[in-house]
């Protein structure tokens, strides 16, 4: 079993940047697909980013694509989310998820996800 601890969130304003990170304990953090969400008040938990084993394939979600960056360190067990151009639409609670054993390269459903981390929250002010 992984555990997945996020840090970096905060308060910004709108335009600024935030770097999320998430480390996971244990030996094989490389084996696991790794995915950020995040979750508004009222809100269902939606997709944002996604990474695969390697660190070579990524995706996005639409209204994240070229603004938000995904990468991973193997060799330190973390995923980090570099976060540009922030709206306040992007205000949040941001989870990092890990996927064991995962058929494909990147997985963008939560419902296939092993292991969620606590959360990070993110306020962007206007």
């Known amino acids: 079993q992984v555990q997945l601890v996020e840090s970096g969130g905060g308060s910004v304003q709108a335009g600024g940047s935030l770097r999320l990170s998430c480390i996971a304990s244990?030996?094989?953090?490389?084996?696991?697909?790794m995915g950020w969400f995040r979750q508004a008040p009222g809100k269902e938990r939606e997709f944002v980013a996604t990474?695969?084993?390697?660190?070579?394939?990524?995706y996005y979600s639409d209204s994240m694509k070229g603004r938000f960056t995904i990468s991973r360190d193997n060799a330190k067990n973390t995923v980090s989310l570099q976060m540009n151009s922030v709206e306040p639409e992007d205000t949040a609670v941001y989870y990092c998820?890990?996927?064991?054993?995962?058929?494909?390269?990147?997985?963008?459903?939560?419902?296939?996800?092993?292991?969620w981390g606590q959360g990070t929250q993110v306020t962007v002010s206007s």
């Open positions: 990474i695969s084993r390697s660190g070579v394939t990524t």
């Open positions: 998820a890990a996927k064991r054993y995962a058929a494909r390269l990147i997985i963008t459903n939560k419902n296939e996800y092993d292991y």
């Open positions: 244990g030996p094989t953090f490389s084996t696991y697909v």
